[in-house]
């Protein structure tokens, strides 16, 4: 029997199994949270630009607000190794502009599917970059993930054309950064708090965008500005709170197959309040991505310690 002593030792230990547990929960509901982004957007009546600007100074404004009450100021204190933030914000920029310019071009489902695309890309490189083992669950979740967004993306077997194809190929460049921002988002929680992450971003992207979202401001009325307010302190700040909280307990390709739950929700929520019916094909990519979603947490028994 073991000794007292060592009772106590082990009842001071972290619960790992817990801990990875609630990295998926968390991970799961931002990605259902973004799932509505694409709703929002539509329902906005403003410049792409100026959407986006509004939408990163409620973020920022809230990430302040609750860095504040909880009496975390001083996680804004990076000093001069905070460099490297600027960088995440212009990618992000990137990214919201690319992703916001295809919802408004193609259909919402569409647009989300191919961001989504960029759970590929961690998959296939976080092995090189982050030294994560690739597992073959995870590969195996990344195929049918994959082949469900391929399924939802194609209706009738036709590729998109024209202005559809316009927005997919934003919809890809905001793929391929939304990629870059996962890769680099564990090595950056190494060195910096979260708040400080979503904070400074923020403001990065705010900083880079007020010349051009200025001229769209005039339109901004009290329903637009209820929805942005919605959009920047639910949908970025608190989604993306509960996405970095997650990815820091679990390894960065399991956290991308798990976010295909975003294109699901957003294909549900379009159908309901944009009237975009899903084809038989989409039903049959949403099962698809379940199946992903669920190897990914069926098998986080299998987690290591390290992450």
């Known amino acids: 029997m073991p000794k007292k002593n060592d009772e106590r030792h082990y009842s001071r230990m ?32 403003l410049p792409v630009t100026t959407m986006v600007f509004l939408r990163v100074v409620f973020a920022a404004s809230a990430v302040a607000i609750a860095l504040a009450a909880g009496g975390r100021l001083s996680d804004l204190k990076v000093g001069r190794e905070g460099w490297p933030l600027i960088l995440f914000g212009l990618t992000l920029a990137v990214n919201w502009l690319a992703f916001f310019l295809s919802v408004r071009m193609t259909r919402v489902a569409s647009a989300v599917l191919i961001t989504y695309l960029s759970p590929v890309i961690v998959a296939s490189f976080a092995p090189f970059i982050l030294k994560e083992r690739f597992e073959k669950t995870t590969g195996l979740a990344v195929f049918l993930a994959v082949a469900g967004t391929f399924a939802i993306l194609y209706k009738g077997g036709v590729l998109p054309i024209g202005r559809e194809l316009t927005g997919s190929l934003w919809a890809f460049l905001s793929a391929l950064t939304y990629a870059s921002l996962v890769l680099a988002s564990k090595p950056m929680m ?6 400080a992450i979503l904070f400074y971003e923020e403001v990065v992207v705010a900083l ?3 010349p051009f979202a200025a001229p769209g401001l005039a339109r901004v009325n009290q329903v637009n500005l209820g929805l942005l307010a919605l959009l920047g302190s639910v949908q970025t700040a608190a989604a993306a709170g509960l996405y970095l909280t997650g990815l820091k307990r679990i390894p960065a390709a399991r956290a991308g197959v798990l976010s295909y739950l975003d294109p ?44």
Do not use: Q
Request: charged residues 10%; glycine residues 12%.
């Open 190 to 195: 190494r060195r910096f708090p979260v708040g």
């Open 14 to 45: 972290p619960n790992f199994r817990s801990s990875t547990i609630y990295g998926y929960a968390f991970v799961a509901l931002a990605a259902v949270i973004w799932g509505s982004i694409g709703i929002i957007v539509r329902l906005i009546d």
């Open 264 to 307: 699901l929700s957003a294909a549900i929520l379009a159908a309901l309040f944009l009237g975009e019916i899903p084809s038989t094909g989409a039903v049959i990519g949403g099962l698809l991505i379940l199946t992903a979603g669920y190897l990914v947490i069926a098998h986080s028994g299998h987690e290591t310690r390290g992450v």
């Open 208 to 210: 880079v965008l007020a």
